[in-house]
């Protein structure tokens, strides 16, 4: 299968080993950007992978499906993968950012295996659960800016800003190198590489600590 060496998203082309938030107001304006993102890696050759709510998963997969692709072959090769972070990444009742990351990175290393570019398309609505706060995502996210520069992989987070707060748009804003904003792809003048980010984080920890703490 032929290799990507760059890729359309947003109204641009960019390059792998990219980490991007994409903010929408809909679902169907995330799709509008989205679904040719992947089709285009799935036309060519490239491995696609989406990450979702268990209970919207069928419901992606026919979205997908709608576009042209095999979708049967697709995930019988390896090509498509369509997986819910309920399978493998959340306890109940807490949020376990290690076993999420271990997630990503093994979907990156199988996507070396399958010796080309992967897309990874995560709906952050999983991490709208009571038992999660706007630290938690962002350190998760900053994280990750330390994980993907070593694969051949365009991570496209999606948040819907009218279900998350402020605080959380804010905070997942800074730790994307790229955003896409109103459909269209660029480079985030607020972005915080993580060493810096992780800091801040840490010191908000300790004003927030109860005093003797």
């Known amino acids: 299968m032929p290799i990507t060496n760059s890729v359309t998203l947003g109204r641009a082309q960019v390059h792998c080993r990219c980490h991007v938030c994409a903010v929408f107001t809909s679902r169907g ?3 509008k950007v989205m679904l040719p993102f992947m089709k285009e890696g799935l036309d060519g ?3 696609t992978v989406c990450i979702v709510d268990q209970n919207l998963r069928s419901e992606r997969l026919r979205r997908l499906a709608e576009t042209g692709f095999d979708i049967a072959e697709g995930e019988t ?3 498509l993968e ?4 309920e399978n493998a990444s959340l306890q109940p009742g807490r949020f376990n950012r290690d076993a999420i990351i271990d997630l990503v ?9 399958h010796r080309g570019l992967t897309r990874l398309w995560v709906d952050m609505e999983w991490a709208l659960s009571d038992s999660l706060g706007a ?3 962002a350190e998760y996210e900053s994280r990750l800016n330390c994980l993907l520069p070593n694969y051949e992989m365009v991570m496209v987070c999606t948040y819907d800003v009218t279900k998350f707060s402020a605080a959380v748009v804010m905070d997942v804003l800074r730790t ?8 269209i792809l660029r480079e985030n003048p607020f972005y915080v590489p993580p060493d810096e980010f992780l800091r801040e984080l840490d010191a908000r920890k300790v004003s927030a600590a109860p005093s003797g703490v």
């Open 105 to 113: 990175e093994e979907i990156a290393k199988a996507g070396r295996e």
């Open 176 to 183: 994307h190198p790229l955003v896409i904003v109103g459909g």
């Open 45 to 47: 050759g490239d491995r």
């Open 82 to 85: 369509v997986r819910s972070f």
């Open 29 to 31: 304006d995330e799709e």
């Open 135 to 137: 630290h938690d995502i």
């Open 77 to 79: 090769s390896g090509q």
